[in-house]
């Protein structure tokens, strides 16, 4: 009987051990400069770079551009980053990706989010929610933006796939990745 126990024992740890995570690649806060936007105007909606390098106007911005708004604190927008990732990877060139951090306590949480998911694409700070005016209430939400600055379509609620994602970029920004 001792005998069977002990090799239940093993053979359970063995199957524990099988299981293996998918590591995340450690993600970098990534400066603005490269957002594509034009001059601000005389009271536009002005938001910081997560870097702290510089401010940029959500209505200068220009496309084709995909915005994500989001929150540390928030877990649908935790779930879907792991498609904006695999998808980031995919359209390097052809579309960018830009990422608005709302209602957040400090920039921190939001730096600390953006290294533990693989976030490697630039990111605006919110943190008094002065966008809701602009991009609504509730997160996440993902806009399409094309090269003229109009919002072609918005996405409320969790991307669920990169294909999703890849076909609604095709279908409003008339991009294929």
Request: proline fraction near 3%; charged fraction near 20%.
């Amino acid at each position: 009987m001792k005998k069977v126990l002990i090799l239940l024992l093993a053979l359970s740890l063995t199957g524990c051990s099988s299981v293996t995570k998918t590591a995340v690649a450690k993600g970098e806060v990534v400066d603005c400069v490269d957002v594509n936007h034009v001059a601000a105007n005389a009271g536009d909606t002005l938001l910081n770079c997560l870097t702290g390098s510089q401010k940029i106007s959500v209505e200068s911005l220009r496309g084709p551009l995909i915005v994500n708004v989001w929150g540390s604190w928030c877990g649908p927008c935790a779930d879907e980053i792991p498609v904006f990732v695999d998808f980031y990877q995919q359209a390097s060139g052809k579309v960018q990706l830009l990422g608005i951090a709302v209602e957040e306590a400090k920039a921190q949480d939001s730096k600390d989010f953006i290294i533990s998911y693989g976030i490697t694409w630039p990111n605006l700070y919110d943190a008094k929610g002065i966008t809701r005016g602009t991009f609504g209430m509730g997160v996440p939400v993902t806009w399409f933006i094309d090269e003229q600055g109009t919002v072609v379509y918005k996405h409320i609620g969790v991307v669920n796939s990169t294909e999703e994602l890849n076909d609604l970029t095709a279908q409003y920004l008339k991009v294929a990745i």
